[in-house]
């Protein structure tokens, strides 16, 4: 069952005290079949295998980069440039809201991935924090997917999502089943 709600006017939640950590611009970070080179077999197929779909992404940060200590996994993400002449100008925030969901479980499995533990995740719930109504369906958006908890083959998530403006458009809870 999916329970959504929508309503349009200026009482969106304050986005002011999320703030977008300081990277540079996506050109300067590896896309997927780059970082999918020197990972074991099945992580390095999959990374391959999300080349497919319509989405052009740049990994920032992974749990699994070496020297990497922060259970974060952050991305530069947008619509494929060659897809973005069928988007209206007013498609953004259905973009956005696509990206949202993308990647949000990678965080919790790479950390599992760390422990050398392979395992498929599924959403238990998902909520969705509109911070702005008016974003870019052609732009470059960061996500920034934190995992507070791991235990019991469970993971709590949390993710912003930044535009290229550094201001935070969407917060994402999700709960998720390993």
């Not at 997927?32 to 080179?37: D, F, G, H, P, Y």
């Not at 908890?149 to 550094?166: M, N, P, Q, W, Y």
Request: aromatic share 12%; glycine share 4%.
């Amino acid at each position: 069952i999916i329970f959504f709600q929508f309503k349009v006017g200026d009482d969106l939640l304050d986005s002011s005290i999320f703030l977008c950590p300081n990277y540079g611009p996506p050109s300067g970070y590896p896309c997927l079949t780059e970082v999918a080179r020197g990972r074991p077999q099945p992580i390095h197929d999959f990374y391959l295998a999300l080349e497919k779909f319509p989405l052009e992404v740049r990994v920032v940060e992974s749990p699994l980069f070496p020297l990497h200590h922060i259970d974060r996994y952050v991305c530069w993400i947008r619509i494929k440039h060659e897809l973005g002449a069928s988007l209206k100008d007013t498609d953004g925030f259905f973009v956005a809201l696509f990206l949202s969901d993308f990647d949000i479980v990678r965080v919790a499995l790479e950390l599992y991935q760390k422990e050398n533990i392979i395992v498929l995740a599924s959403s238990l719930h998902h909520s969705v924090w509109v911070h702005r109504t008016k974003m870019d369906p052609r732009g470059w958006y960061l996500a920034v997917i934190e995992c507070q908890v791991v235990t019991h083959g469970r993971a709590r998530l949390t993710s912003h999502i930044f535009d290229e403006h550094k201001d935070c458009v969407l917060t994402v809870v999700q709960e998720a089943y390993f």
